[in-house]
């Protein structure tokens, strides 16, 4: 049955993509896109993060250069859209204030889930106000080579319960935090920005519409 057909029953499933993007690369749009389609999500959501808390130790390029190129890669997928809800705030980009925001305004018969990487979840304790986060939504942690999501403090910490037949675990506030493997991509904007700087090709690591707009703005040159 088709996206549409499926959509029929049960509630409709939001996906919220939160990431720096800078750039935005094959890793997060396979990623996305595997997630839609096991999950049977009717949107993923991705969101900017216009000034994210942890990357500190860098200058991270301009919100707008980021936002046209998420923008540019997922012009052609009418499933994916792009959030400002973090380049409205004022201030650092807390993902409890997105998702509480989300969890404010969505409406009757939706669901949230919060995607990201493992290494992300990883390191999810030094996140403001992270215990809440839990309570908010439905998680979906993906894989990521080289992280292990098993190794996060916070499914002991927290109190998740594993479901015995299935790669989910159960929050004490009901909702669920899944384990999905996705197709092992180990693509990193880190990377990408490193083989810019010194002159390497980037093909094939982000879309072509990506790859011209680094190009044409001479981005990460330096
Ligand atoms: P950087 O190297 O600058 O940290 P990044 O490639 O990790 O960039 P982010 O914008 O930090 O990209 O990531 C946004 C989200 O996407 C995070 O949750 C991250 O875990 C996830 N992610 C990024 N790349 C991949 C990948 N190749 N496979 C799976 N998840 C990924
Ligand atoms: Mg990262």
Known sequence: MGKSGSLRGGKRKIGLFGGTFDPIHLGHLRCAQEVWEAFDLSQVIFILAANP????????????DRWEMVKLAIADNPFFALSDVE????????SIETISYYHRNIAEGERLFFILGADSFCEIETWRDYRQLFRLCDFIVVSRPNFDPL???????????????EERYL???GHLLYLHRITPIGISSTEIRRAVREGK??????PKEVEEYIRRQGLYQC
């Open 171 to 173: 929050h004490p506030s």
């Open 151 to 165: 190794q996060a403090k916070v499914l002991e910490s927290e109190g998740f319960q594993k479901d015995i037949h």
């Open 53 to 64: 808390p942890h990357k500190v130790d860098r200058p991270i390029i301009s919100t707008k």
């Open 87 to 94: 380049i409205r705030r004022e201030g650092k980009s807390y």
């Open 201 to 206: 090709s980037i093909k094939y690591l982000v």
